[in-house]
């Protein structure tokens, strides 16, 4: 069950309103797919749509009520891929609060302005300007050591940490959904990225 209007776990999303497990497992791998209908208005508006649409439906019953939340997602949407998913899992939160009635459209709405920039910054620093260099250092300088194996090496190190933070962040947001970014600043990312650029 779920404690007032915070959700623990998995079975903090079930209920009257319920998102199975399986349901959130495939908005999850649905979000690796955010930026395949990137487009100039919305940006990655049609990837979220996508992404959120199993929860959605299974929300919301009355296809008016699914209609609208689909809707609200459409609006333009722009964020850094990896660490999206904290954001999609806070969508949910907030959408499961929505369709009790414990909350107004709007919340969800405004944790998405919330977050897109600082989440977008945080991943760019993270992902693209400390892990992947430090990665592609460590790999390169293993070369004389693996051969041809450094870019199987590469692929398989940067995705270990990428795929783990990613299914991270999301169950931050599914479980945590305001409290998220206190929850992220309990991760050090920014110190860990510096520590990384050190590195390479």
Excluded at 17 to 38: E, I, K, P
Excluded at 101 to 108: F, Y
Excluded at 152 to 160: D, E, I, K, S, T
């Amino acid at each position: 069950g779920c404690r007032g209007d915070e959700p623990r776990g998995l079975r903090g999303l079930e209920g009257r309103h319920m998102v199975s497990a399986a349901v959130l497992l495939r908005v999850f791998f649905r979000s690796f797919f955010l930026q395949a209908s990137w487009n100039p208005k919305g940006m990655q508006n049609l990837g979220l749509a996508y992404a959120l649409y199993p929860a959605l439906r299974a929300l919301y019953e009355k296809p008016e009520d699914l209609a609208a939340a689909v809707k609200r997602h459409l609006t333009s949407f722009n964020t850094h891929p990896y660490v999206a998913a904290a954001i999609v899992g806070g969508i949910i939160f907030h959408e499961r609060q929505i369709a009790r009635g414990l909350e107004p459209p709007e919340k969800v709405e405004s944790f998405k302005a919330a977050l897109m920039g600082p989440l977008a910054a945080l991943g760019d620093g993270f992902f693209w300007l400390s892990l992947k260099p430090a990665t592609g250092a460590l790999c390169a300088a293993l070369v004389p050591v693996v051969g041809l194996w450094a870019p199987v090496l590469f692929l398989v190190l940067y995705n270990a940490v990428h795929l783990t933070l990613r299914a991270r962040l999301y169950w931050l947001g599914l479980s945590t959904g305001d409290r998220l970014v206190e929850e992220l600043a309990k991760h050090e990312l920014p110190w860990l990225g510096v520590r990384m650029r050190e590195v390479a």
